[in-house]
């Protein structure tokens, strides 16, 4: 079993369409939960860092962990075209530590 | 916001030359640096941890004597394929980690395409 799975995707949904991506993990030991955007031959982009279960929002995106599940999501709202991009979760088992990622969701939203 | 700057952003070498890549923190001082390598539709995977002033730490089935990286300063990191291959052919991307608040985050470059003919 990997450390993080993530559905790869392709995701397609139309334009103002409500996004949920999502990312389980097997080692309890992580702490700190990461979601990135990746446009392509680019470098990945901070979204969202949270470490504590619960919900964390900023603007469109909702990044929610629940370390009993094992499970972390991101929610974005009114997906708009510039949106389209791979998200990566990311997780770490403490500050300054190497980010174990999932294999990014491809997420296209179509106008 | 902390920015994380890779030069060259693509570059393209012949099998068994070297190729320098280098890492800035622009605006901010990173004692450790993170080095990866994302193959085409895969994710990111570590290659090394790099701190300030010490001997980079390579993940299982990296060799460090091919990967030399160098962490001369707070701001720059630098990574050194040797004898390149066309295998190595990656998108080689680095991070940066700071203090914001109470917990660390870290900043990714832009990455560097690297092609060996």
């Known amino acids: 079993q990997k450390e993080v799975e993530q559905d790869p995707g392709p995701l397609s949904v139309p334009e103002g369409a409500i996004v949920s991506l999502n990312c389980t993990y097997s080692?309890?030991?992580?702490?700190?939960f990461m979601w990135y955007r990746q446009y392509s031959r680019k470098g990945p982009e901070l979204l969202m860092y949270t470490y504590s279960s619960g919900n964390k929002e900023d603007g469109r995106f909702t990044a929610q962990v629940d370390k009993s599940s094992k499970y972390i999501s991101l929610f974005i709202r009114d997906s708009q075209p510039s949106d389209s991009a791979t998200y990566l979760c990311?997780?770490?088992?403490?500050?300054?530590?190497?980010?174990?990622f999932g294999k990014g969701t491809r997420l296209s939203v179509i106008a | 916001g902390a920015v994380v700057s890779q030069h060259p952003s693509w570059v393209i070498c012949k099998s068994g030359t070297s190729v320098k890549i280098e890492c800035r923190s622009l605006d901010f001082q990173a004692t450790t640096m993170f080095w990866y390598r994302q193959f085409p539709k895969q994710s990111l995977m570590l290659m090394a941890t790099s701190n300030e002033g010490s001997k980079a730490t390579y993940e299982q089935g990296v060799e460090k004597d091919k990967f030399l990286i160098n962490h001369a300063s707070l701001t720059l990191s630098t990574l050194t394929v040797t004898s390149a291959h066309p295998e190595d052919s990656s998108f080689y991307i680095c991070s940066a980690s700071t203090m914001t608040g109470s917990s660390y985050e870290q900043y990714f470059g832009p990455g560097t395409r690297l092609t060996v003919t």
């Open positions: 080692n309890s030991a992580f702490q700190y």
């Open positions: 990311a997780l770490e088992l403490s500050g300054n530590t190497p980010l174990v």
